[in-house]
């Protein structure tokens, strides 16, 4: 009888409040604690995150986890998510590597604004998910270089395509567009003002 009760407690929905914490905590959390869930169990997860709406949205359609329900209430996102049994959830070391990548690309945006030599981006292509921008870099093969998105354009976590002038930045986001990539807007920097130009 104990084993059998041991066994409805285990299977039961559960709730993680992860108020407070920032990007890229929340998702990486959630996709930790998902991966120790068994099939068809359902996670009711909360976040104060402003990012984590879009971030949730997108982790469970590269995961495969199915959202049930999506909902804001005041500051606080509330996903309610089921386990799906074909899912693949990321493995502790690809968190590793994606923190890894945000230091990287912090790094090599302080380097392109600090060097005199090099003339500066003014466009910006935004992406629907990190994953997608990092996959778009490296199809492009070093015609644009990944960034993290300016605070002007999106204050979520994020990554930005820098491309100098209107008419290369289009012509990139439309081969990613015509490829597949989930690509969103091109913006312009006009002094400190970024502007979405595209579409």
């Known amino acids: 009888m104990r084993q059998v009760m041991k066994a409805v407690e285990e299977d039961k929905d559960e709730v993680l409040d992860l108020t407070g914490l920032m990007c890229p905590l929340p998702v990486v959390i959630t996709s930790e604690k998902v991966r120790k869930l068994k099939d068809g169990q359902k996670l009711t997860v909360i976040s104060t995150d402003p990012g984590f709406e879009r971030d949730i949205y997108n982790w469970c359609l590269q995961t495969g986890n199915e959202l049930l329900s999506l909902k804001k209430e005041g500051d606080r996102v509330i996903a309610e998510i089921r386990k ?15 923190h890894a990548l945000g230091v990287k690309l912090h790094v090599r945006h302080i380097l392109m604004e600090l060097n005199p030599f090099v003339k500066k981006p003014d466009h910006f292509i935004t992406f629907t998910a990190i994953s997608e921008g990092t996959r778009a870099e490296k199809y492009l093969k070093g015609r644009a270089k990944l960034i993290p998105i300016p605070d002007e354009i999106d204050p979520r976590c994020g990554v930005v395509l820098a491309v100098r002038g209107f008419d290369r930045a289009k012509e990139i986001y439309e081969e990613l567009l015509k490829e597949g990539f989930g690509v969103e807007a091109i913006y312009s920097k006009e002094g400190k003002v970024y502007r979405r130009v595209y579409p």
């Open 84 to 98: 799906s049994s074909g899912s693949v959830e990321p493995s502790l070391w690809y968190w590793i590597r994606f």
